[in-house]
């Protein structure tokens, strides 16, 4: 089975479509998946019947996995035994009826709208050379509703100052136009003004020593804004883009603009900010009205 996870990998590699951290995600979890298979002494992939795939479902609620991750997982093995079945190395593919656990979606955290010219002021009045990047890499997340990969990658060439949009490179390598704000604008020129020459001159984000700006250092300042303006529990960059999102559809924005905008394939996935939204007119109506 070893043998047949990296053909399928080095397949989906060469494949238009896949992100590097997708394969990396398909590439864990079935790595996860094949470690328990040999300790149970199933090298085999015809000797992996539904009986395994049962087990190997008990192996991860033991572990007190999220049902989200467990889904995942699921999906990761689905997409490999669908690929062994085309390439005829098992005859039937078992696991393509097997259902995934029930999720009770969770309604994403979200900054108030008020907070964040506070974590703006917050940033401004550090004392640290990078504090304008800073500064920009927050503002298109949130003004963009961005992801962090797809703020990283920015290049110089997809911001357009003139018609005040970003082309943006999205998950399965598609591009969507993205629009900004007069007050992005201001900020972005700020950070252009003091950003460095080096080496990764074409990217947007570049640190002071002209080092090219990553996830994982992004993270880390965004959690140490984060966790001095806010008791949020979670302080990752995703954040800012529910929070976009979610206060775009408070102020009445399409929902379909929505989408749009953050380059979701399918409606049902905006759709849990409209959730966000209705929990904010119902504790409205409940401080508000006689009635509640």
């Keep these: 089975m070893k043998e047949i996870i990296q053909s399928y990998l080095k397949e989906i590699e060469s494949t238009k479509g896949y992100s590097p951290l997708t394969i990396k995600g398909y590439s864990e979890d079935l790595e996860q998946f094949h470690q328990f298979c040999s300790s149970i002494n199933k090298t085999e992939i015809k000797l992996i019947n539904e009986r395994t795939i049962k087990q190997y479902l008990v192996y991860l609620n033991e572990k007190e996995l999220e049902k989200s991750s467990i889904s995942r997982k699921l999906s990761s093995i689905r997409r490999f035994f669908s690929y062994a079945f085309k390439k005829e190395l098992i005859d039937k593919n078992l696991i393509a009826y097997t259902k995934n656990p029930k999720i009770k979606r969770k309604l994403p955290e979200v900054i108030p709208e008020n907070l964040y010219s506070v974590l703006l002021q917050t940033i401004y009045s550090e004392d640290h050379k990078d504090k304008m990047l800073h500064a920009a890499v927050i503002e298109v997340l949130y003004g963009c509703s961005l ?146």
């Design 147 to 292: 992801r962090i990969s797809e703020a990283c990658s920015l290049f110089i060439k997809d911001v357009d100052f003139s018609s005040s949009i970003i082309r943006v490179l999205g998950k399965g390598n598609k591009t969507r136009i993205v629009p900004f704000g007069e007050k992005s604008k201001i900020i972005l020129n700020e950070y252009l003004k003091q950003r460095p020459l080096d080496k990764n001159q074409d990217y947007l984000f570049l640190k002071s020593d002209g080092a090219r700006v990553l996830s994982n250092y992004a993270y880390r300042f965004v959690h140490k804004y984060l966790s001095k303006c806010t008791d949020l529990k979670k302080k990752s960059p995703h954040i800012f883009r529910h929070s976009s999102a979610t206060h775009m559809l408070n102020h009445g924005a399409d929902l379909t603009a929505v989408k749009e905008i953050l380059g979701h394939s399918n409606l049902s996935t905006t759709q849990i900010y409209t959730q966000v939204s209705i929990e904010r007119l119902k504790n409205v109506y409940k401080q508000a009205h006689p009635k509640s």
